[in-house]
């Protein structure tokens, strides 16, 4: 029985994984989407390590460093965000130009 609901977190974690994977392919309007599901993937790949970790028989400290890179990512991306919009008004990807300083 636990094994069955191990495998069940293992294949939920990689289905929310794809789901994330899907929606930041497809939504390409507003930054502040694309960040979060980014944000989305990286909690299902902090899911699938930590069920992985403890299935194992491993120490989750390696989780605490997983999170902790995860943090940073966010709050670079939130920075970016905001200087977008500090720079430009909006978080539209078409109001900007890449060739721009």
């Not at 994977?21 to 507003?30: A, E, I, L, Q, T």
């Not at 993937?41 to 460093?65: D, P």
């Not at 890179?69 to 919009?85: N, T, Y």
Request: charged share 5%.
């Amino acid at each position: 029985m636990l094994m069955a609901n191990m495998f069940l977190m293992f294949y939920l974690s990689m289905i929310m994984f794809l789901f994330g994977c899907m929606v930041f392919v497809s939504n390409r309007k507003h930054l502040l989407s694309t960040l979060l599901s980014l944000e989305y993937m990286v909690l299902s790949l902090f899911i699938f390590l930590f069920f992985y970790l403890n299935f194992m028989n491993y120490e989750t400290y390696f989780s605490m460093f997983f999170l902790t890179f995860c943090v940073c990512e966010g709050v670079l991306g939130l920075s970016i965000l905001v200087s977008m919009i500090r720079t430009h008004g909006n978080d539209y990807f078409q109001s900007f130009s890449i060739l721009q300083c």
